[in-house]
């Protein structure tokens, strides 16, 4: 496969983990947080653990958008859909996502809710338009990667007039995220966990570029280096996140050149800044309100916001307190030290959100990497 | 004097609920459409069951239903599907499928040159494999009911003497052979649904294995512990199953398994694992070590297991993991599917 063999090469990946090892220092650890739900992926998915020496460990991020989002924004739009005027679109992988007391969109559909599967934006236009009749309301979700097409579709449904169409907004942003799990008490005061660097975001760097991290590795002393979600590409930027470490530098680096600039997608920035503002604070699953984090639609474009067209009422849902989903979002703890992980907390029936999309800490490692858990505990 | 009938417009006509009442119009339909296709001895005294001679040893049984969405697929349709996948699930117990039966629950309004075209491959499927459709039904319910057409089959085959292939079978040093290309199937149906266009068409791998399955039994013998279609769910569900049945583990080898390259692309651009993704023409074999390559060597000799691969292995493991050496370097679990990856794939 063009464009994707070149980038999952074994032996330029022996190549990249040998590098990797000459370059660790036994004496000192090398603690990286990959942001990215992607990226998380493609460690577990191609077993990269096995290819890094001991000390070099990979935190998983909260980058994964259908985890983070609160039970509360679940209950929301299940409340939303029970409405018997609503065709409820949303992409198929938060069907399944945990609102409170077991609820789900896939269970709420199943008692009769009009809420369909969507593959892309276009196809909730489409259902607009075939269905005057009816409020149509896309679930919106995601970071800034799919905030454009979000964007794309208003200018769409104004274009086209449609007087039927609506968004439910739950687009969030990566560098507020980021600086909250520097910011939290658990890394910054108690320094239970240390992270020496972050591999950065590939697809939504994409878009935003790689500026807006570099006021954030000045800040926090913190070297960033932007990955694509290739294989190579991790182990690569991996090596570039170790070399910065025994240099002594905090830079922004550009793994994903390929891809990425420095100023990102101009004509994608400006459309989302034309339609969406900032939310005060939003609330992420596992890292409570998160200031500055969120985006809502400008008032000019009230009319397409569902929260506002349907005088949504926020729910506030707290997780389960069992749930260590908090903790290990921020490097502190691991899925296997959570009572919930593998017992009651599985891929068919998340209780937290590291376990409701493959991308989630806890689900890659159930799926991909359990074994390793066992393999330890035979070897002590 | 003998009571006109306008014949059936195949053309232009579509079912309407006559055609389920029991009445002149049904029997019109069966006879006209359902006879037309499936002609055999059995169907043509037109009883409410059919008689069959029963032979020496042991028989299978097995039913399946269909609601594949869309009814027309590359390289198939429902009605071909429904023959390969019940033909399969007799095949998989080294059995020679015999007769099946057919069920059609039609919606209101479904076309009739439509049902022609799948009873007709229907036919087609079932004299290629060397089986007879001998009994039947026909249902039709009001527009909105049913999404055009189910089908449900039950099949009948006959085991040949000493042969007990189980799922419970496989030893540990027993390896793991897939009789070729994985995920054919599932990404053809969803090229269709989603109109997604690739250089080259995805073709559906939808076919009936028991031939290969004879093949392979002539040269394995008692050999070969068990066979599974991996059909919904994929290899990865087919040997998380036989892993659990059999109280052992699997490693497998990424870089040995068959899959198309542009299976491979389409799966990558939907964000699908062709692990999980289905397959209508192909099987796994448990096999024992000493009969692997005897094994090997009689599939690769057959057109349906031209690609066969040895994939694996069969190791000691209470956890019952299907890990797997991935093309990468490092190692992985090949897990259950969980949720829904597509719906109605047959």
Known sequence: ???????????????????????????????????????????????????????????????????????????????????????????????????????????????????????????????????????????????????????????????????????????????????????????????????????????????????????????????????????????????????????????????????????????????????????????????????????????????YDAEVRFEMNELRVDDNPACECGAILRGVKKPVDCKLFGTVCTPETPMGSCMVSSEGACAAHWTYGRFRDHQQRRAS | MKGYQRKLDIRNGCVDLSHGSGGRAMAQLISGLFHEAFGNEWLARGNDQSAFDVGAGRMVMTTDGYVVSPLFFPGGNIGSLAVHGTVNDIAMAGARPLYLSASFIIEEGFRFADLKLIAESMGEAARTAGVHIITGDTKVVERGKADGLFISTAGVGVVPDGLDLSAENARVGDRVLISGTLGDHGVAIMSKRQNLAFETEIVSDSASLHDLVAEMVKAGGRGIRLMRDPTRGGLAATMNEIAQQSDLGFRLHEEAIPVKPGVAAACELLGLDPLHVANEGKLVAIVAPEVADAVLTAMQAHPLGRDVADIGEAVADDHHFVQMATSFVGGRIVDWLSGEQLPRIC
């Open chain 1, 1 to 303: 496969m063009k464009y994707a063999d070149e980038f999952r090469d074994k032996e330029i990946a022996l190549g990249l983990a040998k590098a990797i090892r000459a370059e660790a220092h036994p004496e000192r650890p090398y603690r990286f947080m990959e942001f990215c739900g992607g990226h998380t992926h493609a460690i577990s998915r191609y077993g990269l653990e096995d290819m890094l020496p001991k000390h070099v460990l990979m935190i998983h991020g909260p980058g994964c958008p259908v985890c983070v989002l609160p039970a509360g924004r679940i209950d929301m739009a299940i409340r939303l859909a029970a409405r018997p005027e609503i065709i409820l679109c949303v992409y198929g992988d938060l069907m399944r996502v945990p609102g409170s007391q077991g609820a789900s969109l896939l269970k709420a559909k199943a008692r009769g809710a009009d809420i369909r599967m969507v593959y892309s934006t276009i196809d909730a236009i489409r259902i607009a338009e075939e269905n005057p009749e009816r409020e149509v309301v896309f679930f919106a979700i995601g970071f800034e990667t799919t905030t454009p097409p979000t964007a794309v579709m208003i200018r769409l449904a104004e274009k086209k007039q449609l007087e039927n169409f609506s968004v439910f907004c739950n687009h969030v942003l990566t560098p507020p995220a980021m600086q909250n799990i520097l910011e939290s008490p658990d890394i910054r005061n108690i320094g239970r966990v240390e992270i020496d660097g972050f591999v950065g975001p590939a697809h939504v760097s994409t878009i935003i570029g790689t500026a807006p991290y570099e006021f954030f590795a000045e800040e926090f002393g913190k070297p960033v280096v932007i990955a694509g979600f290739e294989p190579l590409d991790m182990m690569q930027a991996i090596l570039m996140l170790m070399r910065q470490v025994n240099e002594n530098r905090h830079e922004v680096e550009n793994q994903y050149s390929r891809a990425v600039t420095r100023d990102g997608n101009l004509r994608a920035k400006e459309e989302v800044s034309d339609i969406f503002e900032l939310r005060d604070q939003f609330e992420w699953r596992g890292l409570g309100q998160v200031p500055y984090s969120g985006l809502k639609l400008k008032r000019a474009y009230a009319k």
